[in-house]
């Protein structure tokens, strides 16, 4: 086998949560175009299944799905419902998330634990029902997305809600890889820093001089582009990183390296 055609995920089926738009979708369009069905789950119906029907363009099997990710009744019929519609799952990408910008001190409880559940509880529902088949197999990968946020504050936002969910990934992240290590299933995660997506865009445009900010503290002087994330996602996917496990690859431009 060539080197590149370990990067080949023809025949595998991935499950990748809020993949309707933004980075989601474009880690979704990297799995699909190295060959692997891909399942686009979202809390927004509609727009999964706009995507979904995008990506059989590149020649794949697709599923659109609804969840809720912070409910696990959901989560299970989802996960069910691909392997019923797609076949066994040998990938989830754990990307459904949400953030707060307010500041600690006005923070209402339930913002703070939706956040929470979301970003956290939701990786974890979803790698412990997509997790089980995969042990159950014997092989799987799961790609968890963290944030440079899990490493350090970044400014001007206040987010502690965010940061913290975030940094918590890490750890499920470290804990279901030692665990699962000797079972067959590689645990590892993506800690993206600033994105230029759709929704931060409309942010950027309120507020300028938090792209100013942001800019200044990054290295390499751009925000991040969504297909910064395509490769790296597809190198953890494959069998391109066979001994790599409980790992978290930053993609930040150098954010956090300063």
């Known amino acids: 086998m ?3 055609d370990r990067f080949a995920l023809d025949g595998e089926t991935a499950i990748v949560t809020g993949a309707a738009r933004g980075l989601g979708k474009e880690m979704a369009t990297a799995l699909a175009d190295a060959g692997a069905d891909v399942a686009i789950v979202d809390i927004d119906i509609e727009m999964a299944e ?3 029907a995008e990506l059989e363009e590149l020649g794949v099997d697709t599923a659109a799905v ?3 990710v912070t409910d696990e009744a959901e989560v299970e019929a989802m996960v069910e ?3 019923d519609e797609l076949g066994p799952i040998d ?3 754990n990307n459904a998330g949400i953030a707060a910008n307010e500041p600690a001190e006005e923070m209402e409880y339930e913002t703070w634990q939706r956040t929470l559940d ?3 509880s939701g ?3 979803c790698a412990k029902h997509v997790g089980r088949r995969m042990l159950d197999r014997g092989e799987g990968r799961i790609i968890n997305i963290a944030s440079m946020s ?7 936002q206040p987010q502690v809600g965010y940061n913290a969910s975030k940094a918590g990934v890490l750890m499920v992240t470290k804990s279901m890889a030692v665990e699962w290590a000797d079972r067959g299933v590689r645990v590892n995660a993506i800690a993206p820093g600033y994105m230029r997506t759709e929704l931060v865009e409309g942010v950027l445009e309120a507020d300028p001089e938090m792209e100013r900010t942001w800019l200044d503290n990054t290295p390499m002087g751009r925000l991040g582009r969504p297909e910064d994330l395509q490769g790296i996602v597809v190198f953890l996917a494959s069998e391109a990183s066979p001994y790599m496990t409980g790992e978290i690859v930053r993609v930040d431009g150098g954010y956090t390296s300063r």
């Open 50 to 52: 706009e995507a979904a």
């Open 118 to 120: 979301v970003n956290l």
């Open 150 to 156: 899990a490493y350090n504050v970044n400014v001007p």
């Open 91 to 93: 990938i989830l990408v």
């Open 66 to 68: 609804e969840v809720d």
């Open 81 to 83: 419902a691909v392997a």
């Open 2 to 4: 060539g080197v590149l």
């Open 123 to 125: 990786v974890f529902l």
